[in-house]
């Protein structure tokens, strides 16, 4: 049995989901569970719109009739004028009229999930139906009866026992009868309401599936040749890994790789699963394997470049250590508010952290903060992460900037630019 993740710039486009039916058709004969994510950019869109509603804004419905337009465009592309898929993708879009009707709930995070998410119910709406048009058998399964989460909106956390059962109870008789196909980065509470795991969630979700299913093996599909040594975005001589440990492949989603979400591997290391990440344009290539005892090889420092970064900088207002006692608040409000801490460091007066730049959850993490303590920042910042790194590598890295962080251990060298 197999877990097959496709990301959104694999289906884009119509072309991208024909080309998805094609490498799906070449496994005919296994069990195959089909996980995707939203199409192109439409998780941006509608954080934009999210933030139209939330915020009041006069562009709100020209926003949803573009996401609208986009989709209704790569149905007609590939159906025609008449399909029962025009029926599926406006009921679904139906959620969204629904939710902003009403005046905005006071949780932003409840909100982004409600809205945010239907982007992956609309995408495998349109993939299912091209599988069927195509004579592929396969089933559309509404993750959020399945992936069993609390209530963390924004950042799910999973009820394995609970979502193990739901899996194991229906999926497997599914699977015999033909391809499943479902969405990425959603989950669902007790009560019904939408839960997201993360942004680039879908690998986590795929290696849920995995886990509880006992797969052979996951894929995810990308538009890159495998797991590179850096971002070919910002590096024109990238290496490409042949094989990776499950130790490697986290320590490099921890430190913020974005080929693969940080939650992904430790599911499939627990079952023993290899992770394959393989580009969709070629899908004969071998691209990468992420696997227990695989053989690790660093020709080049492993590169990580994380942008709209801000410099946090706490002291105590009456200028005594930094104590335990401090550390211990200062940590409660980072958890309370779902801020993770990219860097951080210590001296005898302030505490120091390089976080993400969330707007509302900086902002509310700001106001705690100042509650007790001083609170100085930088942002729009770079954080450069090295692992294996050589002095020359960083030296060439930061030349001509600013640093304003700089830590070093025995693998990783990490620094804040400005």
């Given at each position: 049995?197999?877990?097959?993740?496709?990301?959104?710039?694999?289906?884009?486009?119509?072309?991208?989901?024909?080309?998805?039916?094609?490498?799906?058709?070449?496994?005919?004969?296994?069990?195959?569970?089909?996980?995707?994510?939203?199409?192109?950019?439409?998780?941006?869109?509608?954080?934009?719109?999210?933030?139209?509603?939330?915020?009041?804004?006069?562009?709100?419905?020209?926003?949803?009739?573009?996401?609208?337009?986009?989709?209704?465009?790569?149905?007609?592309?590939?159906?025609?004028?008449?399909?029962?898929?025009?029926?599926?993708?406006?009921?679904?879009?139906?959620?969204?009229?629904?939710?902003?009707?009403?005046?905005?709930?006071?949780?932003?995070?409840?909100?982004?999930?409600?809205?945010?998410?239907?982007?992956?119910?609309?995408?495998?709406?349109?993939?299912?139906?091209?599988?069927?048009?195509?004579?592929?058998?396969?089933?559309?399964l509404d993750v959020r009866g399945y992936i069993h989460t609390d209530n963390t909106y924004r950042e799910g956390v999973v009820d394995w026992d609970k979502?193990?059962?739901?899996?194991?109870?229906?999926?497997?008789a599914m699977l015999n009868k033909g391809i499943v196909v479902t969405q990425g980065f959603l989950g669902g509470t007790s009560e019904n309401f939408t839960?997201?795991?993360?942004?680039?969630?879908?690998?986590?979700?795929?290696?849920?599936?995995?886990?509880?299913?006992?797969?052979?093996?996951?894929?995810?599909?990308?538009?890159?040749?495998?797991?590179?040594?850096?971002?070919?975005?910002?590096?024109?001589?990238?290496?490409?890994?042949?094989?990776?440990?499950?130790?490697?492949?986290?320590?490099?989603?921890?430190?913020?790789?974005?080929?693969?979400?940080?939650?992904?591997?430790?599911?499939?290391?627990?079952?023993?699963?290899?992770?394959?990440?393989?580009?969709?344009?070629?899908?004969?290539?071998?691209?990468?394997?992420?696997?227990?005892?695989?053989?690790?090889?660093?020709?080049?420092?492993?590169?990580?470049?994380?942008?709209?970064?801000?410099?946090?900088?706490?002291?105590?207002?009456?200028?005594?250590?930094?104590?335990?006692?401090?550390?211990?608040?200062?940590?409660?409000?980072?958890?309370?508010?779902?801020?993770?801490?990219?860097?951080?460091?210590?001296s005898a007066l302030s505490f120091t952290a390089c976080i993400d730049y969330t707007t509302d959850r900086f902002e509310k993490l700001l106001q705690a903060?100042?509650?007790?303590?001083?609170?100085?920042?930088?942002?729009?910042?770079?954080?450069?992460?090295?692992?294996?790194?050589?002095?020359?590598?960083?030296?060439?890295?930061?030349?001509?900037?600013?640093?304003?962080?700089?830590?070093?251990?025995?693998?990783?060298?990490?620094?804040?630019?400005?």
């Amino acid at each position: 049995m197999l877990v097959f993740k496709f990301g959104g710039a694999s289906v884009k486009d119509a072309q991208g989901v024909i080309n998805l039916g094609n490498v799906v058709s070449t496994y005919s004969g296994n069990e195959i569970l089909v996980v995707v994510s939203a199409m192109g950019k439409t998780t941006n869109a509608l954080e934009k719109l999210t933030d139209a509603y939330f915020n009041g804004a006069d562009d709100l419905h020209e926003i949803f009739e573009e996401i609208k337009n986009y989709h209704y465009q790569i149905a007609h592309e590939l159906f025609g004028e008449s399909h029962p898929v025009f029926d599926e993708i406006a009921n679904t879009f139906v959620e969204i009229d629904w939710a902003i009707e009403d005046e905005p709930h006071d949780d932003y995070d409840f909100i982004y999930d409600q809205i945010v998410s239907i982007g992956e119910l609309v995408s495998t709406r349109i993939v299912n139906a091209w599988f069927n048009h195509k004579g592929i058998t396969s089933k559309w399964l509404d993750v959020r009866g399945y992936i069993h989460t609390d209530n963390t909106y924004r950042e799910g956390v999973v009820d394995w026992d609970k979502t193990r059962a739901s899996i194991q109870k229906d999926i497997p008789a599914m699977l015999n009868k033909g391809i499943v196909v479902t969405q990425g980065f959603l989950g669902g509470t007790s009560e019904n309401f939408t839960t997201t795991l993360g942004r680039e969630g879908s690998d986590y979700t795929a290696s849920v599936f995995a886990a509880c299913l006992g797969a052979e093996s996951v894929t995810t599909w990308k538009d890159v040749p495998g797991i590179l040594n850096a971002d070919p975005k910002f590096f024109a001589d990238t290496i490409k890994f042949d094989e990776l440990s499950y130790q490697e492949a986290i320590e490099m989603t921890y430190y913020g790789a974005s080929v693969i979400h940080p939650k992904t591997i430790k599911p499939l290391q627990n079952a023993n699963i290899p992770l394959l990440v393989k580009p969709f344009t070629h899908p004969d290539a071998p691209g990468t394997v992420i696997k227990e005892n695989a053989v690790n090889k660093f020709e080049k420092p492993v590169i990580i470049i994380k942008q709209k970064q801000v410099l946090l900088s706490i002291s105590a207002n009456d200028y005594s250590f930094i104590s335990e006692s401090h550390l211990s608040e200062i940590f409660g409000l980072f958890a309370r508010y779902h801020v993770k801490m990219n860097m951080m460091q210590t001296s005898a007066l302030s505490f120091t952290a390089c976080i993400d730049y969330t707007t509302d959850r900086f902002e509310k993490l700001l106001q705690a903060l100042k509650q007790t303590f001083k609170v100085r920042y930088n942002n729009e910042l770079t954080l450069i992460t090295l692992r294996h790194y050589t002095d020359e590598a960083v030296m060439e890295l930061t030349a001509g900037k600013t640093i304003l962080m700089k830590q070093t251990s025995r693998n990783t060298a990490q620094v804040v630019l400005k």
